[in-house]
């Protein structure tokens, strides 16, 4: 009976191809909107994350609350002993020291004159340590557009459109204009030594990359920075995990006033994440729970329409013998059979245009250009374990609920009106 089900499904395109492919188109969109919606929400929690915010952050409770304005007045002393402490209690993390920090870019001419200058956002990391993944946590090399990487504390990255608007020459020296962490007036002289596109556009209209042992000498920040960030070391954030730590910490320095007391704070806690994240989460759920329903429901019209078509092929079965379960049976049958191979089919379609969304994007700058929201200007699709079956609840369910709600009409039809049928 298998085989015969199935030599009539092939030979009959109605009631095969056509179904097919509908329920193949849509499984493979309901897939491909799955992972687009996760890897668009996902990519502004990464590249917060990386730059910014950290899995985990600790700063003095001053600095905390005034992060905004970069107040390194108010920085981290002893960074080095705090994060030796800190690798030995929560091995599990990577803990790296950063320094933010802001002022001018003064460009000399020839004569050692300023020639122009502008306002810049820096961001010292550890660059120049060969145990640092710092230049892979930034993505600097696939970032760098002309020169090289920093390899001594005064050689320095700006942004690409930072330095064509400004007209530096690469391996030449830029000055950095700002203040010390004692309030002070800091002039140092770095090398710009390569330019960089990050593709977000708040950091590519003036950022500045320097390894952090030249930006402590110039801002008189010794053994001290702004902050220190967690990473875990598979790079997810695990927010369970991360508040455990952040309990364990804060709890140590509970009924301590004192204003430069370290802080930790997670990845929720800074820039609106946290909210961002709820409302990313429900968002995506309630556009994923209605787009998998109307899929559903054009998939069990499907069903249905098909299964109706062919109450007439039903009666002459009837007419010759065949029991109505049996006819059914057979029914449901062919739904799990089209429902099957097309949703399979659908989820190889989906997931290979996801992958290549996932590794070349859709470039989105144009929209972003003059945006101040830390987003990269391309978006990506993300497949996530939950990529992999979503499409077979409407690609399967729907297509054999469809056949059964319609089936049912098959018990109902009268012997008078069967053969009042066969005459027509």
Aim: with cysteine; glycine share 10%.
């Amino acid at each position: 009976m298998m085989r015969f089900l199935l030599k009539g499904l092939i030979r009959d395109r109605s009631r095969s191809l056509f179904p097919l492919l509908i329920v193949t188109m849509g499984v493979s969109i309901t897939v491909l909107v799955v992972c687009w919606v996760n890897g668009a929400g996902g990519d502004v929690i990464r590249t917060n994350a990386r730059f910014f915010t950290g899995h985990v952050k600790i700063m003095t409770r001053a600095y905390a609350e005034q992060a905004d304005q970069m107040p390194n007045d108010l920085a981290l002393l002893k960074v080095n002993e705090l994060i030796a402490g800190l690798k030995k209690r929560y091995p599990q993390v990577r803990w790296v020291p950063r320094i933010r920090f802001g002022g001018l870019l003064d460009i000399p001419d020839e004569q050692g004159e300023t020639r122009t200058q502008g306002p810049v956002m820096g961001l010292a990391v550890d660059l120049i340590n060969a145990e640092s993944r710092e230049v892979k946590m930034l993505n600097l090399e696939k970032a760098l557009v002309r020169g090289r990487l920093p390899r001594a504390p005064m050689e320095i990255l700006i942004s690409d459109e930072f330095a064509k608007k400004l007209g530096v020459p690469l391996n030449e020296p830029a000055t950095l204009i700002g203040s010390t962490m004692y309030g002070g007036l800091a002039m140092q002289n770095f090398i710009v030594v390569g330019t960089v596109r990050f593709g977000i556009a708040p950091m590519d209209r003036g950022a500045m990359i320097a390894d952090i042992s030249g930006v402590q000498s110039a801002l008189a920040m010794d053994d001290a920075a702004g902050e220190v960030l967690g990473f875990f070391r598979n790079d997810l954030y695990d927010p369970a995990t991360a508040h455990r730590i952040q309990s364990e910490f804060n709890r140590r320095f509970e009924g301590n006033d004192d204003e430069f007391t370290p802080v930790m704070l997670t990845l929720e806690d800074q820039n609106d994440l946290g909210t961002a994240l709820r409302i990313f989460e429900s968002a995506s759920s309630i556009m994923i729970f209605i787009f998998v329903m109307v899929m559903s429901i054009v998939l069990w019209n499907t069903g249905l329409m098909g299964s109706l078509r062919r109450y007439g092929e039903m009666g002459v079965r009837l007419a010759i013998g065949e029991s109505k379960g049996h006819i059914y049976g057979t029914l449901i049958l062919e739904a799990l059979v089209i429902g099957f191979v097309g949703s399979v089919a659908g989820t190889m379609l989906g997931l290979s245009a996801a992958y290549y969304l996932q590794v070349h994007g859709v470039d989105i700058s144009g929209m972003v250009k003059n945006s101040s929201v830390l987003m990269s200007n391309v978006m990506r699709a993300k497949i996530s374990p939950s990529s992999y079956y979503i499409g077979f609840i409407p690609g399967f369910l729907a297509t054999v609920l469809g056949s059964m709600i319609s089936g049912i009409g098959i018990f109902k039809r009268q012997t008078a009106q069967l053969f009042k049928e066969l005459e027509v």
